[in-house]
C-alpha cells in the first residue's frame, strides 16, 4: 500500500481508450471513445442509464471486448488478455460477499485466487504474509476487530468496506467501481462517499468510477467523462464540468440548469443574448450573430428591482440557507429556476420580480 497522504495525481497513464466501439448486433453501445486514466487519479464515467458507461468499465475489466478499437492498461494492449489476469479488480453494485465466510475469509479470498506475487525472496510462510496483509487493509477501511464477524452482522455500509478491502487488497494497479454505493440511503452514501475519498488518498491508486450520481461524481472525481448514447460528452475536472459545460446536455445534467433558445447579436462592443424577443442581457461570447442555446445556473441569478429577466413568482421553496423560486418571465419562455442565498424571504407566490443575471455566469453553446 502508498503511503499515507495526499493523492498524487502523476502523468503515467495506466488506463487508455483508443476509439473504442462496442457493438451488440445492430445496437452501438459505445461509440469511438476516447480517454486516459492517471496513476493516482479519480476518473468517474457519469451519464444516464443507458448510456453505455457499464459497458466501458466491462471492456476495461475484460468481461466484454471491443468490436473496434483498444483498451491499454499499463501500455499494454489488453486485447488478449482475460480478466483474471488484468492489473484490475472490481467492486460490484451488488457486494456478492460469502455469507459462509468471515470478514477476513471474504478479504482474503483474492489473495488465495490470485496469490501473493513479489513474496518469493520473502522469509516468512505465504500464511504469515497473508494474514498480515489482510489486517493491513481492513485497518485501511476501519475494521479492524471485525475479522471473525460474518457478513450478516455487519451494517451496508460495513459490508460495503469489505468488498472494498477485499478488491484492494491484491493491490491492482487500477480499482473499477461500477455503482458500488447505489443501494445506499442517502445519508450512508454520503458518509461512504468521504470513506471513499480517505482510502483513495490512502493507497493513491488510481479509481475508475462508473454512476448515474451527478452528486457522487462530483463530490469524489478529479475528473470526470460526462456520457451519454455511447460517446463522450465531456472530460474535465469538477469545476470545469460545473462551470464551462461545453454541451446543453452537459449543463442540464450536471447540477440545475435554465437553458434557453437565444439569438446572439453585437450590441455597443458587446454581445448580447435576445431570449424570447425581449431585451437581452449580455453574454461572454465571441464571433458573429447566431442562433443558439444559454445556460444560466439558478444560483446565477439575483433578484432586484429591474434586471434583465421580469415576471411573475409561482412557486417558492424555503430551504433554511437559501429559498428557491420558480419565476413565470413576462418573454415567451419556459420557467426559470432561481436559488437565492441569505435571507432575501420577502417575496412570496404571485410576486412581481426582476431576475438580474450574475456577470459572467452564462455559457453560450
Same mark, same amino acid.
Given at each position: 500500500?502508498?503511503?499515507?497522504?495526499?493523492?498524487?495525481?502523476?502523468d503515467?497513464?495506466?488506463?487508455?481508450?483508443?476509439? #473504442?466501439?462496442?457493438?451488440?448486433?445492430?445496437l452501438?453501445?459505445?461509440?469511438?471513445?476516447?480517454?486516459?486514466?492517471?496513476q493516482g487519479?479519480?476518473?468517474?464515467?457519469?451519464?444516464?442509464?443507458?448510456?453505455?458507461?457499464?459497458?466501458? $468499465?466491462?471492456?476495461?475489466?475484460?468481461?466484454?471486448?471491443?468490436?473496434?478499437?483498444? #483498451? !491499454? *492498461?499499463?501500455?499494454?494492449?489488453?486485447?488478449?488478455? &482475460?480478466?483474471?489476469?488484468?492489473?484490475?479488480?472490481?467492486?460490484?453494485?451488488?457486494?456478492?460477499?460469502?455469507?459462509?465466510?468471515?470478514?477476513?475469509?471474504?478479504?482474503?479470498?483474492?489473495?488465495?485466487?490470485?496469490?501473493l506475487?513479489?513474496?518469493? %525472496?520473502?522469509?516468512?510462510?505465504?500464511?504469515?504474509?497473508?494474514?498480515?496483509?489482510?489486517?493491513?487493509? $481492513?485497518?485501511?477501511?476501519?475494521l479492524?476487530?471485525?475479522?471473525?464477524?460474518n457478513?450478516?452482522?455487519?451494517?451496508?455500509?460495513?459490508?460495503?468496506?469489505?468488498?472494498?478491502?477485499?478488491?484492494?487488497?491484491?493491490?491492482?494497479a487500477?480499482?473499477?467501481l461500477?455503482?458500488p454505493?447505489?443501494?445506499?440511503?442517502?445519508?450512508?452514501?454520503?458518509?461512504?462517499? #468521504?470513506?471513499?475519498?480517505?482510502?483513495? =488518498?490512502?493507497?493513491?491508486?488510481?479509481?475508475?468510477?462508473?454512476?448515474?450520481?451527478q452528486?457522487?461524481?462530483?463530490?469524489?472525481?478529479? !475528473?470526470?467523462?460526462?456520457?451519454n448514447?455511447?460517446?463522450? =460528452?465531456?472530460?474535465?475536472? &469538477?469545476e470545469?464540468?460545473?462551470?464551462?459545460?461545453?454541451?446543453?446536455?452537459?449543463?442540464?445534467?450536471?447540477? %440545475?440548469?435554465?437553458?434557453?433558445?437565444?439569438?446572439?447579436?453585437?450590441?455597443?462592443?458587446?454581445?448580447?443574448?435576445?431570449?424570447?424577443?425581449?431585451?437581452?442581457?449580455?453574454?461572454p461570447?465571441?464571433?458573429?450573430? !447566431?442562433?443558439?442555446?444559454?445556460?444560466?445556473?439558478?444560483?446565477?441569478f439575483? *433578484?432586484?428591482?429591474?434586471?434583465?429577466?421580469?415576471?411573475?413568482?409561482?412557486?417558492?421553496?424555503?430551504?433554511?440557507?437559501?429559498?428557491?423560486?420558480?419565476?413565470? &418571465? %413576462?418573454?415567451?419562455? %419556459?420557467?426559470?429556476?432561481?436559488? *437565492?442565498?441569505?435571507?432575501q424571504t420577502? *417575496?412570496?407566490?404571485g410576486?412581481?420580480?426582476? $431576475?438580474?443575471?450574475?456577470?459572467?455566469?452564462p455559457v453560450?453553446f
Open positions: 500500500m502508498a503511503s499515507q497522504g495526499k493523492t498524487a495525481t502523476s503515467e497513464t495506466l488506463v487508455e481508450l483508443d476509439d #473504442v466501439r462496442k457493438e451488440f448486433g445492430d452501438v453501445a459505445v461509440e469511438g471513445i476516447d480517454f486516459t486514466v492517471r487519479e479519480f476518473f468517474t464515467l457519469v451519464g444516464p442509464s443507458g448510456c453505455g458507461k457499464t459497458t466501458t $468499465l466491462r471492456m476495461i475489466s475484460g468481461f466484454e471486448h471491443p468490436t473496434d478499437g483498444e #483498451v !491499454r *492498461i499499463g501500455g499494454q494492449s489488453m486485447a488478449s488478455v &482475460p480478466p483474471e489476469a488484468r492489473d484490475t479488480n472490481l467492486v460490484f453494485q451488488h457486494l456478492s460477499l460469502f455469507p459462509h465466510l468471515t470478514v477476513a475469509e471474504n478479504t482474503g479470498y483474492g489473495l488465495k485466487k490470485k496469490g506475487p513479489g513474496t518469493h %525472496d520473502d522469509d516468512r510462510s505465504e500464511e504469515k504474509i497473508r494474514e498480515e496483509r489482510i489486517s493491513e487493509y $481492513l485497518d485501511l477501511v476501519d479492524s476487530g471485525f475479522e471473525d464477524r457478513p450478516t452482522e455487519l451494517s451496508g455500509g460495513q459490508q460495503q468496506r469489505v468488498a472494498l478491502a477485499r478488491a484492494l487488497v491484491n493491490e491492482p487500477v480499482l473499477l461500477d455503482e454505493l447505489s443501494s445506499l440511503d442517502r445519508k450512508l452514501r454520503k458518509l461512504m462517499q #468521504v470513506e471513499l475519498r480517505k482510502i483513495h =488518498e490512502k493507497t493513491q491508486g488510481a479509481f475508475f468510477y462508473v454512476t448515474h450520481d452528486e457522487v461524481a462530483m463530490t469524489l472525481s478529479d !475528473r470526470i467523462a460526462v456520457m448514447e455511447g460517446h463522450i =460528452e465531456q472530460i474535465g475536472s &469538477p470545469e464540468i460545473y462551470r464551462e459545460p461545453a454541451t446543453p446536455f452537459v449543463a442540464n445534467f450536471i447540477g %440545475d440548469t435554465n437553458l434557453f433558445d437565444a439569438e446572439i447579436r453585437e450590441q455597443d462592443g458587446a454581445m448580447v443574448a435576445e431570449v424570447g424577443g425581449e431585451e437581452g442581457f449580455t453574454v461570447a465571441s464571433g458573429s450573430a !447566431r442562433e443558439t442555446t444559454v445556460s444560466i445556473r439558478p444560483e446565477d439575483e *433578484i432586484g428591482e429591474s434586471g434583465a429577466i421580469s415576471g411573475t413568482v409561482r412557486e417558492r421553496y424555503f430551504q433554511g440557507d437559501q429559498t428557491n423560486y420558480v419565476v413565470e &418571465p %413576462d418573454a415567451a419562455i %419556459d420557467e426559470i429556476q432561481a436559488v *437565492i442565498q441569505g435571507r420577502d *417575496i412570496s407566490v410576486d412581481r420580480t426582476a $431576475l438580474e443575471i450574475v456577470e459572467g455566469a453560450v
